[in-house]
């Protein structure tokens, strides 16, 4: 994936949490986790579309503060790899 193409990933990703934040496991979740972990907290995309994804999932700010706030950790779960 090309820098440019995160941009476009990041709003995919945020639509099929708009649409089903149930979809696959919460993979439009779990799919802008991981590109924020990539580009980086202080990335101003990565700014912008954790501000939306709190909008689309009201739940997911507590989470998504503990998050930002430890190191990414790619754990394993008896169904996936996930983020968290």
């Excluded at 995160?6 to 089903?20: I, P």
């Excluded at 919460?26 to 909008?55: C, H, M, P, W």
Aim: proline share 4%; with cysteine.
């Amino acid at each position: 994936m090309t820098q440019d193409n995160f941009e476009e990933a990041m709003k995919q990703l945020l639509e099929n949490v708009r649409r089903d934040n149930t979809f696959r496991h919460q993979a439009g979740r779990d799919g802008l986790f991981a590109i924020f972990s990539l580009l980086g907290k202080d990335d101003e995309r990565v700014q912008r579309y954790r501000t939306l994804l709190n909008q689309a999932m009201p739940w997911i700010g507590a989470v998504n503060q503990l998050i930002f706030s430890r190191t990414f950790v790619c754990a394993p779960s008896p169904n996936k790899t996930s983020i968290y």
